[in-house]
């Protein structure tokens, strides 16, 4: 089965600081990997995404993403984190079923806080 | 475009009500979703459609959930009778058709709130 793992509950920063947050994954086949965003009280927020091509993925709000297939990984980062960029953080992976193919629902992971300290 | 719209957005009930919440896809979406978040649980898949049709529900906890797709612009779920155990954000989400260029993407609507008291 199809799942992905995001090691940190929380993971705190200063501002101006490089930031990461951890996402490794379990897949059969190739992987379609995603991150998003929820801000407090609001929606999840799509924020890139890995399909196929560059391992290195730009998003949205200075977010780029790093497919490692060797260590299964698909980690975000940002070079400078905002006191605006605190939020929850989900990575999700397509799910993806032998003899059915895509089943076209995403599966996530537990997320992650990040907390950006001025 | 306007999103995935869902509605209420808040909600407070007693226990053993009857809770609708509604949701309007984003417009030539084939899959719909819908999803509980709670504290203790995280994001969890409920039920989701595929041009209308019910694809998997394996997530809807008990029968008191039930969820339909009239259309292809309205879904609802709802819970009879409502419990405290019940209490969570419901978020509806919608993706297009399945293709490596999409990649699945789903975007979700702003989450209807309840609390059953």
């Known amino acids: 089965a199809q799942s992905v793992a995001q090691p940190e509950d929380q993971v705190n920063v200063a501002e101006g600081n490089p930031l990461t947050v951890k996402c490794t994954y379990s897949?059969?086949?190739?992987?379609?990997l995603f991150w998003y965003v929820q801000y407090p009280n609001r929606g999840l927020q799509f924020l890139l995404k890995?399909?196929?091509?560059?391992?290195l993925v730009k998003g949205s709000y200075g977010f780029e993403a790093e497919f490692n297939k060797s260590q299964t990984s698909f980690h975000l980062k940002k070079p400078s984190a905002l006191v605006s960029d605190s939020a929850l953080y989900f990575c999700?992976?397509?799910?993806?079923?032998?003899?059915?193919?895509?089943?076209?629902?995403?599966?996530f992971g537990q997320g992650t806080t990040l907390q950006v300290k001025p | 475009d306007a999103g995935v719209i869902q509605s209420p957005r808040h909600e407070v009930t007693e226990m053993g009500q009857e809770v609708t919440l509604r949701c309007k896809p984003i417009?030539?979406?084939?899959?719909l979703f819908w999803y509980r978040q709670t504290m203790m649980r995280g994001l969890e898949l409920l039920i989701y459609?595929?041009?209308?049709?019910?694809?998997?529900d394996s997530g809807m906890p008990e029968d008191r959930f039930s969820a339909k797709m009239p259309n292809a612009s309205f879904s609802t779920l709802k819970i009879q009778p409502s419990e405290p155990r019940d209490s969570a954000v419901y978020f509806c989400?919608?993706?297009?058709?399945?293709?490596?260029?999409?990649?699945?993407?789903?975007?979700f609507g702003e989450g209807s709130w309840l609390t059953v008291v």
């Open positions: 459609f595929n041009n209308n049709v019910p694809i998997d």
């Open positions: 417009s030539g979406h084939d899959y």
């Open positions: 999700a992976v397509r799910d993806f079923l032998r003899g059915s193919g895509n089943t076209g629902k995403l599966i």
């Open positions: 989400a919608s993706s297009p058709a399945q293709g490596w260029v999409s990649g699945n993407t789903i975007y």
């Open positions: 890995y399909i196929t091509g560059d391992n």
């Open positions: 897949v059969s086949g190739n992987p379609y």
